[in-house]
């Protein structure tokens, strides 16, 4: 079954211990992406790649980092959480970036 | 970058009515604009994109108009149902340079109300 998979689904955890939420896709996609998704604000870009160790900022990219060494995985990494990170995250991806993206099933992430 | 405007931010309709979800984007290069639905609790899933060398399109009950000149795309549902109740969702992506953002709007809920 074609899908994106996240992990974990949900996460609590406390200002500045360093967290990874995985991402994978088995379409063999080549654009990833993460945005965040708070109240009224919409989805924001976070980071995307385009391929294979090309990654790119997005919109808010401020205190996340991002790694693409397989086209298959995109971990999105907080190196020191703040609770302004406290959100919902969506990895998707897409064949292209003008191709329909497909959205994993969301992690909901607290910061305290 | 690119800044997408979405409006109106909530649209209540009867059942059977029509609704329009209108959306403004400020990149002139901007080339593809995705429209997606999220349902409550769920993922967002695509319901119908447009390039720019295209004036519309459409898919059953669901029809998107894009204006390049005045950088405007508008979300077009006919014969609206209960279950066409949701979050809706603009994007524009440009193609500018080494810029390959997908920049989306801020949301549109939609009530169908039988």
């Known amino acids: 079954e074609a899908q994106v998979t996240q992990n974990p689904r949900y996460l609590i955890t406390v200002t500045g211990k360093k967290l990874t939420v995985t991402c994978s896709q088995n379409m063999n996609h080549e654009y990833m992406s993460w945005y965040r998704q708070d109240p009224g604000l919409g989805l924001r870009q976070i980071y995307y790649?385009?391929?294979?160790?090309?990654?790119d900022k997005g919109d808010v990219p401020e205190g996340y980092k991002v790694s693409r060494k397989e086209k298959r995985n995109f971990p999105l990494i907080l190196e020191s959480p703040s609770p302004n990170q406290t959100s919902l995250y969506f990895c998707?991806?897409?064949?292209?970036?003008?191709?329909?993206?497909?959205f994993g099933p969301g992690t909901r992430l607290t910061v305290l | 970058g690119e800044n997408v405007e979405q409006h109106p931010s909530t649209l209540s309709v009867q059942e059977g009515d029509s609704a329009v979800i209108k959306c403004t984007y400020s990149?002139?290069?901007?080339?593809?604009f995705p429209w997606y639905k999220q349902e409550l609790g769920k993922r967002p899933q695509l319901i119908i994109d447009?390039?720019?060398?295209?004036g519309e399109k459409k898919d059953q009950r669901i029809a998107v108009t894009l204006n390049k000149t005045a950088k405007h795309f508008s979300l077009h549902i006919t014969e609206t149902q209960p279950e066409d109740s949701a979050v809706y969702f603009c994007?524009?992506?440009?193609?500018?340079?080494?810029?390959?953002?997908?920049?989306f709007g801020k949301g549109t809920l939609l009530t169908v109300n039988p």
């Open positions: 790649s385009m391929n294979v160790e090309v990654t």
């Open positions: 998707a991806s897409s064949f292209n970036r003008l191709n329909e993206q497909f």
């Open positions: 994007a524009a992506s440009s193609s500018g340079g080494s810029n390959y953002k997908l920049t």
């Open positions: 447009i390039r720019s060398n295209v």
């Open positions: 990149d002139s290069a901007s080339n593809y």
